[in-house]
Each structure stands twice: as structure tokens, then as C-alpha cells.
């Protein structure tokens, strides 16, 4: 099995930062992208920020540039720096990664639980 535990949500204020862990352990082979995604109540999961194995990012234009996406490959965990906080950066953060699990040969989407981020005076 694999595991995806996200951490570092909470409530923050307007113009403030917040940092986001995401860990992954359990049977994996290799880890390819990694990626954070943020869904409201009543919308879709959409993508805040992508990195590839060697680094790559790409990020959605809400958060382009005020966040940096990084990750520690040897500790397989990614990280997520959002400064400048908008209330409409509110919602449920979740940690993926695509993962090719000890004894397979494809990779395979990996959710984490989610960590609510709140953002308000």
C-alpha cells in the first residue's frame, strides 16, 4: 500500500503564509509528479501546483507567483509555500502523487486525506 499524509493547514489571516507537507510511504518503487490540489464544498478538485521528478513546476494562475511548489525526493515528501493569503484560498488541500508501486510496472494516481486551509481575519 501506499500512503499520502498531508500536514500544516490551519487558519491564517489575510496576507499571511502558510507552508503544506505531504509525505509518502508505504511499497513504492518510483514517484514521478507530485502535485496539490484544492477543492471548496459544491466545486471540482482543481490543481495549485505540479513538480516533476527533476523539478519541473507548473503552477494555476490563481497562485502563480505567490507560491512555490518543492519537493525532498530522498524523504519523498513535497511542499507547498502559499504567501499572500486570499480568503478565496479557502479550502481542503490534498497532496497527489502518480507512484509505481514494488511490483508494478505502471504508475497509479495516490490521494492524500486533505487538510483544510482556512483563510480569514
Known amino acids: 500500500q501506499v500512503h499520502l499524509v498531508e500536514s500544516g493547514g490551519g487558519l491564517v489571516q489575510p496576507g499571511g503564509s502558510l507552508r503544506l507537507s505531504c509525505a509518502a510511504s508505504g511499497s513504492i518503487n518510483v514517484i514521478f509528479d507530485m502535485a496539490w490540489y484544492r477543492q471548496v464544498p459544491g466545486h471540482e478538485r482543481e490543481m495549485v501546483a505540479r513538480?516533476?521528478?527533476?523539478?519541473?513546476?507548473d503552477y494555476a494562475d490563481s497562485v502563480q507567483g505567490r507560491s512555490t511548489i518543492s519537493r525532498y525526493n530522498a524523504e519523498r515528501t513535497v511542499y507547498l509555500q502559499i504567501d499572500s493569503l486570499k480568503p478565496e484560498d479557502t479550502a481542503v488541500y490534498f497532496c497527489n502523487a502518480q507512484v509505481v508501486p514494488i511490483g508494478s510496472i505502471t504508475a497509479l494516481p495516490y490521494w492524500g486525506q486533505g487538510t483544510q486551509v482556512a483563510v480569514s481575519s
Open positions: 513538480i516533476t521528478s527533476s523539478g519541473v513546476t
